[in-house]
């Protein structure tokens, strides 16, 4: 069955700091995967995506995140987080015309 | 260009009365998709349409539920009679034709059931 687990519910970090979020998925095939972002009071917005090709996909914001097969994993990751960073990320998982999988999300909040 | 909109952004109503969510989406999208957010739970998928025709619909919880796109542009969602359990945010996004991986999300609407 598909799923997307993101572990971590709630990370505090400090600005300047640097961010990972977790990814882990189950899919039948090859997925595409996602990254979305959703501000308070915003929707969602797309932070980057993976197809195929190099494993380490860059993003918006100053986002990247790395594909790593054998381990099921598209973990994101900045190197300094700003406090603009605050929001919830959610990874989905999803492949042409098919639904998408999210996991539940993981909100970040970040100290001055 | 403008995005995926949503109207409205928030509803509060009563149990038993009826509300309808309406999504429109990018201009040129065929493919229009329906999700739901429950309680800071995971965005689950209700349902996808493709113009006027629904693809899939495997996520619609019950027949209370009742979605439409006419002519293949904006799509409605309408539940009746509504229940305690259907409060959540209702996100709707949208896909081009050829590049239908990529959803594009709208700010979804945001339903309270007392």
């Known amino acids: 069955a598909q799923s997307v687990t993101q572990p971590d519910i709630h990370i505090t970090v400090s600005e300047g700091a640097s961010l990972e979020l977790r990814c882990n998925y189950s899919y039948g095939a090859t997925p595409y995967l996602f990254w979305y972002v959703q501000s308070p009071g915003q929707g969602l917005q797309l932070l980057l995506k993976?197809?195929?090709?190099?494993?380490l996909v860059q993003g918006i914001k100053g986002f990247e995140a790395e594909f790593k097969r054998s381990q099921s994993s598209f973990n994101l990751r900045k190197p300094s987080v700003h406090w603009s960073d605050a929001a919830e990320y959610f990874c989905?998982?999803?492949?042409?015309?098919?639904?998408?999988?999210f996991g539940s999300g993981t909100k970040l909040n970040v100290k001055p | 260009e403008a995005g995926v909109t949503q109207f409205p952004s928030h509803s509060v109503i009563e149990k038993g009365q009826t509300v309808t969510l309406r999504c429109d989406p990018i201009s040129g999208h065929d493919n229009l998709y329906w999700y739901r957010r429950v309680m800071g739970k995971e965005i689950k998928f209700l349902l996808h349409f493709v113009k006027e025709s629904k693809q899939d619909e495997s996520g619609m919880p019950n027949n209370r539920f009742l979605a439409e796109r006419t002519g293949g542009t904006y799509s409605t969602l309408k539940v009746q009679p509504a229940e305690l359990e259907d409060s959540g945010v209702y996100f709707c996004?949208?896909?081009?034709?050829?590049?239908?991986?990529?959803?594009?999300f709208g700010p979804g609407t945001r339903l309270t059931v007392l």
């Open positions: 996004a949208s896909s081009q034709e050829t590049a239908a991986d990529t959803q594009y």
């Open positions: 989905a998982v999803g492949r042409d015309f098919n639904k998408f999988y």
């Open positions: 993976y197809f195929s090709g190099d494993t």
